[in-house]
Nanobody, 114 residues
Framework: QVRLVESGGNLVQPGGSVRLSCAAS????????MTWYRQRPEKERELVAF????????NYADSVLGRFTISRNNNRDMVYLQMNSLKPEDTAVYYC???????WGQGTQVTVSS
């Protein structure tokens, strides 16, 4: 059974940091590129960050470049999103997604507010 389980979402003040985690199971995680998407209120789901299967290549949306960092641990079947210098417009449900398999997690809420 394929599972992607996100965790780490929280209420954080502007300028703060949050680290999201995604635990993968049931598929060949180390062979698959992984992404983080987010869906802001009343907006379409958007790609935030990508990491290839080996962790050597990453890409980011312009809106998060320099503030967010995606990483992975293939020994633990985990992917992470370190989010720094958070802004209110980063408020969203964040989803973990496996590129080749097309699998989605259930999402974790990040709220940036004072």
């Amino acid at each position: 059974q394929v599972r992607l389980v996100e965790s780490g979402g929280n209420l954080v003040q502007p300028g703060g940091s949050v680290r999201l985690s995604c635990a993968a199971s049931g598929f060949a995680f180390s062979n698959d590129g992984m992404t983080w998407y987010r869906q802001r209120p009343e907006k379409e789901r958007e790609l935030v960050a990508f990491i290839d299967s080996t962790g050597t290549r990453t890409n980011y949306a312009d809106s998060v470049l320099g503030r967010f960092t995606i990483s992975r641990n293939n020994n633990r079947d985990m992917v992470y999103l370190q989010m720094n210098s958070l802004k209110p417009e980063d408020t969203a449900v964040y989803y973990c997604h496996a590129v080749s398999g097309g699998y989605w997690g259930q999402g974790t809420q990040v709220t940036v507010s004072s």
